[in-house]
């Protein structure tokens, strides 16, 4: 069984869209609240290494709390820290695999690539 933590905002279509296509493959998946409960320090810092070209894929950059942010001269760390204070700022859905892996929001093409 493959192992998948998927962070998700309850008021978020995508999620919604995510979670409806990973159960319709029969996939189990931990769900968790990313409001309430902002991915591990550790997830964050794989997902800054996986996207490290563009730290902004990171961001839910259509939130309102987003528009007002200057990333530009903080660092990783500091990043992370913004992150784990408002979980809103993160791109959902927010899913690990395996461990090793983040997946950033909801593409079906490349989930299929990803679990099929």
Known sequence: MKKIIFYSYLKCSTCRKAAKWLESKNFEFQLIDIVKEPPLVNYLNLALE?????????????GKAFK???????????????LLSDG?????????????????GFNEIEYAKQFI
Not at 52 to 59: P, Q, T, V
Not at 68 to 82: C, R, V
């Open 88 to 104: 809103k700022l993160i791109k959902r859905p927010f899913l690990i695999y395996e461990g090793k892996k983040v997946i950033l």
């Open 50 to 62: 996986q996207y490290s070209e563009d730290k902004k894929r990171i961001f839910n950059t259509r």
């Open 68 to 82: 007002t942010l200057n990333l530009d001269p903080l660092s990783k760390e500091e990043i992370i820290q913004l």
